[in-house]
Every structure is written in structure tokens, then in C-alpha cells.
């Protein structure tokens, strides 16, 4: 497909998510208790799904026919900027996020601590906005980010006032993206126009980050930069120390970015690995992002209330977890054999215990090999053991991702699956079709686990090899 051609293409599926959007998007009072059937029987609900359907088509046709021919860095942006102009004007796509960061904004700006009270204990003005279920729940996000929602509330002073800060504050953290992911791939040898394309031309970016208004576009924003930072001067004090600061302040509005850290303590180090330079240099980059995320909890005066908010994700239960839809398959099974099982909190329990294992793991292998692209593999693991998925979540590995590995088509093949998960109006598919959902997650849980284990038995003699062979002598 010609370079033109993909470029309008994914243009028009933009323009048609954005009609489907003011046809039946999140709008401020629109059906907060939405299926897919009632939104086709619905005002111009065939209509909806269509547009949503062919744009989403297209936006995502575009983008993967593309991954692997690009022209230029300048051709790559300036198609990612016609992308994302249509979102501009839209009214929140995807979800209702939106909502819950004014309220959680007014609550703080009222003087209500919102990891202690759900945004119903102002009341909120706009309550009716939010659905019922996040309503009395506390705020999963970090000081920063609750001190920033109270800024733009009251700036703002309306709710259109304040969705429309929220976006700006989403193409800031994109632009922030777009600035920083060439100086990490250029260290990685990757193409810097092959790194911008699948991290930010990918559909989940102007569908979810800048449409949906989320503040994962500038955590991400922010970890891309402190990650950049770290990659440009390793072994530099200060350098080191600002690249800490940005990764603590991209926790400061997801704790989630903490997970690169370490990895980024390790990329800090100059020649091989040994303690002693890693306390030299990567000790400046955990103390920054120790300094920032500490900081802002100070300034915040909220106290650790973000730790436990992230408890929330546990309310929804849907297969595109992996540890959900495996608890929902056990109980399934379990129902043929006459029992009722609720095996949600004990798969949802071992997948932390698996994840910390794993990263510990990954931490450990990055001694000795490229610590920025384990940073990415840690994300990806993070997300997937999570007993919360949503779409946009992808996007954390995803740039890390985009600018450190050499083989792209797995993670890619992901971001474009998970783009079909959300109709317009924030409604999650995988809610409405837990089967065959949760027994073919389950499988592919299986699938992916026993490739892992090859892999690695696979990788262990290669090493091994690797390690006993003589230094090369001059």
C-alpha cells in the first residue's frame, strides 16, 4: 500500500471514530448502564457500531500495514498529528475517565482527602456523570495527579472546561512521547521512525490517550523522558539524577511507572555490571525517582492513600485479564461438576506472587543484557498479571516497547486486538462475553506459559556457553 494512501486511510477512520463519538460517545448524561444490545436498539445505534466498526477498521489497517516501511521520522509525525487532530474535537471516546478526574479534582480542591471518600462525598456537581460503580470507590491515581485534577478544576470552573484541560494535558504527555522515544531507540539501535509509528501512530493512542482524556499519555510521556534521559548520559550525576526525577513523577501519577526504575538504575551504569557502580550510578536515578514520588505525596498531604486505591481494579471482572479469566474458567468448570467456585481472589493473588517473582527474574537477566527493553518486558508483565486490563494500559509497554525491541509483532498484535475491545461509549466488550472469552484466555495463559518455560530452558545453555567462553585477548 502506497505511503499516501495508508496515511488517508487512517485519516478517515479517525474522522469516522469521531462521528461515532458525537453520535453515541461518553457523553456527560448519556446511559451509564450500557450493553451492546441496548446501545443497537438505542438513537442511531446501528449507526454507532458502524462508524465505530469501519473507523476502527481503517485507523487500525493503516497503522499495521505501515510498521515496517516508513519513509521518515518527519513523514512518521506528521501523519500521527493528522491522526490525532479529529480527537481534538470529539467528546470523550471509550470511557468516562474523564469525569471521575473533575470529580476527584472538585473533591480535592473542596478539601476532601480522595483516597479516604469516592467523589459521591462532595457531592460532586457532576456526579451523575461518572458511572454508579466508581462513585463511592477511592481515587487509584497518584498525589500528583489529584493535585493537578484540583488545579484544573478550579481553573476550569466547569466540566466542558475541565474535559478540555484534561485532553490538553493528554497531547502534552504525547508530545512529551514524541520528543523523547528517538534519543531511547537511537541508544537501542532502533529506527527512530519505526519507534514513533508503533508507539504513538498505533490506534490506542488517538482512540484512548487523546480521546479518552487519560492520564496514562503523560505518564508515559513522562517515563519515555526519564527513560531518554538516562539513555543519553549514563554514568553523568546529574543527568542520572534528572532522570530519576522524571521517572518518580511519572509514579506520582501512576504508581504502575515504579517498575522501570530499577532497570533504569541498571542502564545508569557505565562498563559492567558491578555493586559498587551500580550504588555509584544507579543510585542517583532511584533516589530521584524516591525524591519526586515522595515529594509530591508530601506536597499532595494525602499520606500513602494512592497504595491501597489501586486495590479498585479488583470491582471489575472481565477475561482480557488473564488472572480473571482464569478464576472465571475454574469456576465455570467447577459448575459442570455441580460445585460453585469463586476462584477469582486466589488466581488473582498468584498472579501477584508470579509477577513479582517475574520481575525480580527480569531485573536479574538485565545485568548482562539490554536493561531498557526488560524495562519494557517488566510493563508488559504488569499489565498482563494485573486483575485489571483495560485497552489503554497496553500503551505503558508499549512505548518502551517500540523502542528497544527488534521483534515487534507480538506486542503489536496485542495493541491492535485489545482496540477492538471498547465501543464508543466506554461499553468493554469482554463484560458482555465471558464465554468463550475466559476458556480461550485461559488457553492462551497455557499456551504462552509453556513457550515461555522452552524459551528459557532454551536461552539457559546459550548463556551458560556464553559465560564460560575466554575474554578476548588483545
Known amino acids: 500500500m502506497p505511503h499516501p494512501l495508508s496515511r488517508w486511510i487512517g485519516l478517515a477512520g479517525s474522522v469516522l471514530l469521531t462521528v461515532a463519538a458525537f453520535l453515541g460517545g461518553a457523553l456527560p448524561h448519556g446511559n451509564l448502564r450500557p450493553t451492546p444490545l441496548s446501545i443497537w436498539q438505542g438513537p442511531n445505534g446501528p449507526l454507532i457500531i458502524a462508524t465505530w466498526l469501519v473507523g476502527t477498521a481503517l485507523l487500525a489497517w493503516a497503522w499495521w500495514s505501515l510498521r515496517d516501511r516508513l519513509p521518515s521520522t518527519r513523514w512518521v509525525l506528521v501523519t500521527i498529528a493528522l491522526w490525532l487532530l479529529p480527537m481534538l474535537i470529539a467528546p470523550p471516546l471509550g470511557s468516562r475517565d474523564a469525569y471521575a478526574y ?24 457532576w456526579l451523575d456523570t461518572i458511572s454508579y460503580i466508581w462513585r463511592d470507590t477511592p481515587a487509584p491515581y497518584g498525589p500528583l495527579f489529584v493535585m493537578i485534577s484540583g488545579s484544573i478544576v478550579t481553573a476550569a470552573g466547569s466540566l466542558f472546561a475541565s474535559v478540555v484541560l484534561f485532553r490538553a494535558l493528554a497531547v502534552a504527555g504525547v508530545a512529551l512521547t514524541a520528543v523523547s522515544l528517538p534519543v531511547l531507540a537511537r541508544r537501542c539501535g532502533v529506527p527512530p521512525q519505526r519507534a514513533l509509528w508503533l508507539a504513538l501512530a498505533c490506534p490506542l493512542v488517538p482512540v484512548h490517550l487523546i480521546g479518552g482524556a487519560h492520564n496514562d499519555a503523560i505518564m508515559v510521556g513522562l517515563l519515555a523522558a526519564g527513560l531518554a534521559v538516562v539513555a543519553a548520559r549514563p554514568g553523568r550525576t546529574l543527568p542520572l539524577l534528572g532522570g530519576g526525577l522524571l521517572l518518580g513523577l511519572a509514579a506520582a501519577i501512576k ?10 538504575a541498571l542502564a545508569a551504569i557505565v562498563g559492567p555490571y558491578r555493586i559498587r557502580a551500580l550504588v555509584r550510578d544507579g543510585g542517583w536515578v532511584v533516589g530521584g525517582s524516591l525524591a519526586a514520588l515522595i515529594g509530591a505525596t508530601v506536597a499532595a498531604g494525602l499520606g500513602l492513600g494512592f497504595i491501597s486505591g489501586l486495590e479498585q481494579g479488583g470491582l471489575v471482572v472481565a477475561w482480557s485479564s488473564p488472572p480473571t479469566a482464569v478464576g472465571q474458567t475454574i469456576g465455570y468448570l467447577a459448575v459442570i461438576f455441580g460445585a460453585h467456585v469463586d476462584a477469582l481472589p486466589a488466581t488473582r493473588a498468584l498472579a501477584m506472587l508470579v509477577l513479582a517473582v517475574l520481575l525480580v527474574w527480569l531485573w536479574w537477566r538485565a545485568r548482562h543484557r539490554d536493561p531498557f527493553w526488560h524495562a519494557g518486558l517488566a510493563l508488559a508483565a504488569t499489565v498482563a498479571l494485573s486483575p485489571l486490563f483495560h485497552p489503554w494500559y497496553w500503551t505503558w509497554p508499549l512505548v518502551v516497547l517500540a523502542a528497544t525491541s527488534r521483534r515487534t509483532g507480538w506486542f503489536a498484535l496485542v495493541a491492535l486486538v485489545t482496540f477492538f475491545m471498547v465501543l464508543p461509549d466506554g461499553t468493554g466488550l469482554p463484560r458482555y462475553s465471558k464465554m468463550p472469552g475466559a476458556p480461550l484466555m485461559t488457553l492462551l495463559v497455557m499456551v504462552v506459559a509453556v513457550w515461555l518455560v522452552r524459551s528459557v530452558r532454551a536461552d539457559q545453555p546459550r548463556s551458560v556457553r556464553a559465560d564460560r567462553q575466554p575474554a578476548p585477548v588483545d
Not at 473533575?102 to 456537581?125: D, M, R
Not at 504508581?255 to 533504569?264: D, E, G, I, N
Open 102 to 125: 473533575s470529580c476527584q479534582g472538585a473533591s480535592y480542591a473542596a478539601g476532601i482527602n480522595p483516597y479516604e471518600q469516592g467523589v459521591s462525598a462532595l457531592p460532586c456537581p
Open 255 to 264: 504508581v504502575t511507572a515504579l517498575v522501570v526504575v530499577p532497570f533504569a
